[in-house]
């Protein structure tokens, strides 16, 4: 593998000589390796990534959104009067092929990315503190700012991907064909989407009457999607750009709150210890405000603390939906995980949903 690997990288516009290459990230979809090239005795690293084109079925599309999206954000820390030390680093920086093409596509078809390792940082899968989800709702609502004004609408690369009631048809079709006779295990999954269908459109109403505004959104805003400095904690970049496209602002913040109030993991299956911590949302809504509430309306900031509520429906609905699809979605790595990541999140749905008056309350006092 390291020998194919020193092939693809050979045709990315980097210097010096391949040393070695190291899998690296947990993500669902995509296969990432951090690189450590040897340039005149300095060991720098970039980060190589094959696009799961199972997935993203246009990469050609996706990397034309990645390449817009960094190019514009560079450009304006470029034109910051005020630039603060870790400004250069608030965005991926692409590395190029020979051809000036933003991704190369090898011999088997499969499509490859490399962007500078960014240095001196890491992520969290949960968070600790209230104040590393303040750091990171900053880069979120950062992101969102700095491409507010971004002049083209971007590629929609997976249609209607947040769309709720889609989600749910989905998950119904699913149920009707039954191929892989799962439908026996999941009958108290299903009664709890099924008992809250009828707010899954709440947000798509919304925007189809005006009320709230289409903008250019992350739509994986896990937290461990931004990196958090070494030295300062401050959320200096976010990652995982592939599903930048238009959307709701509230899919953003919705799954900060989804992935970063549990203290328990995604797929944690002692479901007593899933609930939503609600010092970690007020730092995440306090933090996600502080940037993004120089854009959102009055409407869009009412509805901040049902999105954490939705989006986990949402996410546990395509959860249950891969597990009767026979998981083809997202990968997996024991029995039956895509239902336990589905029961996981609608734990914390029911969680959300006991403490909403209180997310409320304090949203009033921030706004």
Known sequence: MQKKI?????HFHIYGDFVVAIPCGNGHINDTYQLTFDQGGTLLHYTLQRINTNVFKQPAMVMENFSCVTAHILNKIRQEKKRNPQSRRRTLRLVFTHDAMPYYRDSNGDYWRCYVYVENCHSFDILEEPIQAFKAAQAFGQFQLDLADLPDRLNETIPHFHHAPRRLKALEKVMRSDHYNRMKMVGPEVDFVMQRAS?????????????IVERTTHNDTKLNNVLIDDFTGEGICVLDLDTVMPGLPHYDFGDMVRTGTSPAPEDETDLSKVYM????????????????GHFLNDVEKELLPFSGKLMAMVIGIRFLTDFLDGDNYFKTSRVNHNLDRARSQFKLVESIE????DMMKLLQEIK
């Open 6 to 10: 020193e092939d693809i990288c050979s």
């Open 199 to 211: 707010e899954l459109d709440k947000l798509i109403n919304l925007q189809a009457a005006g009320d």
């Open 354 to 357: 006991d403490q909403m008056s």
């Open 277 to 292: 911590r609600f010092d970690m949302f007020e730092a995440l809504l306090r933090g996600y405000l502080d940037k993004a």
